[in-house]
């Protein structure tokens, strides 16, 4: 069974970095699209970033210059380096997977991990 965990997530002042973490397992994903999405309330879940093994990553424009999307093949694990939050950064942020090419769209994911809630304080 595949299993997703983030974890890493938590309350941070405006400014402040996090560094979020997500452990496959139940099979092998270092060939996958690992990624980032993150849901506030009353919104759409969106992307943030994501990343093939051998390829650049992707990001969302709203978190470029500020996120750091990495992987650790050999542990299945895949990370999101947040830095200079704001405010606005603040939702439950979910690990995703698929088989393929990065996509940007949710609906395109076929595993997803339970969310790690992020707030960010003005």
């Known amino acids: 069974q595949v299993q997703l965990v983030e974890s890493g997530g938590g309350l941070v002042q405006a400014g402040g970095s996090l560094r979020l973490s997500c452990a496959a397992s139940?099979?092998?994903?270092?060939?996958?699209?690992m990624a980032w999405f993150r849901q506030a309330p009353g919104k759409e879940r969106e992307f943030v970033a994501a990343?093939?093994?051998?390829?650049?990553?992707v990001y969302a424009d709203s978190v470029k210059g500020r996120f750091t999307i990495s992987r650790d093949d050999p542990k299945n694990t895949v990370y999101l380096q947040m830095n200079s939050l704001k405010p606005e950064d603040t939702a439950v942020y979910y690990c995703?997977?698929?088989?393929?090419?990065?996509?940007?769209?949710?609906?395109?994911?076929?595993?997803w991990g339970p969310g790690t809630q992020v707030t960010v304080s003005s």
């Open positions: 990343m093939r093994r051998w390829s650049g990553p």
């Open positions: 995703a997977a698929r088989i393929g090419v990065v996509r940007i769209t949710r609906y395109e994911y076929d595993y």
């Open positions: 139940g099979r092998t994903f270092s060939s996958d699209v």
